[in-house]
């Protein structure tokens, strides 16, 4: 198991879960519903892409390969552009950050194409 994506990982998903935290019970009152949505999403996003980290560091225990570990990185940089984006988006209320969330879906979209991937080429899926 790589120890970098699991760091990385494990240190998303505790962020991710304090910020839903903070999200649910020091914003609920100081949001509007619609930008409590959006940092919700962040969150949601968050979550589900850390659990693709700590999976990419399970997967690198049977595949090294550069897609694998591309992936993983891909993933980190889509919680930053994406998720951070919202967060700010939701907290700050400039529209503008709105145009960096596309980048960071973008680089979810790599990830998981990057990780199929290298499933391919690393021999797991005939």
């Not at 690198?60 to 930053?80: E, N, Q």
């Amino acid at each position: 198991m790589d120890r970098t994506f699991l760091f990385v990982g494990a240190l998303a998903g505790f962020v991710g879960v304090a910020l839903g935290a903070f999200g649910a019970h020091g914003l609920r009152n100081r949001l509007s519903p619609e930008m409590l949505a959006v940092f919700e999403t962040g969150v949601r996003y968050q979550m589900f892409h850390a659990l693709a980290i700590l999976s990419t560091a399970i997967a690198l225990a049977r595949i090294d390969g550069w897609a694998v570990r591309a992936a993983g990185w891909s993933f980190a940089a889509g919680i930053v552009l994406f998720s951070g984006s919202l967060y700010l988006l939701a907290l700050t209320g400039v529209r503008s950050l709105g145009a960096v969330t596309p980048l960071g879906g973008l680089a979810f979209l790599a990830g998981w194409a990057l990780l199929a991937y290298g499933a391919v080429v690393g021999g797991l899926v005939r």
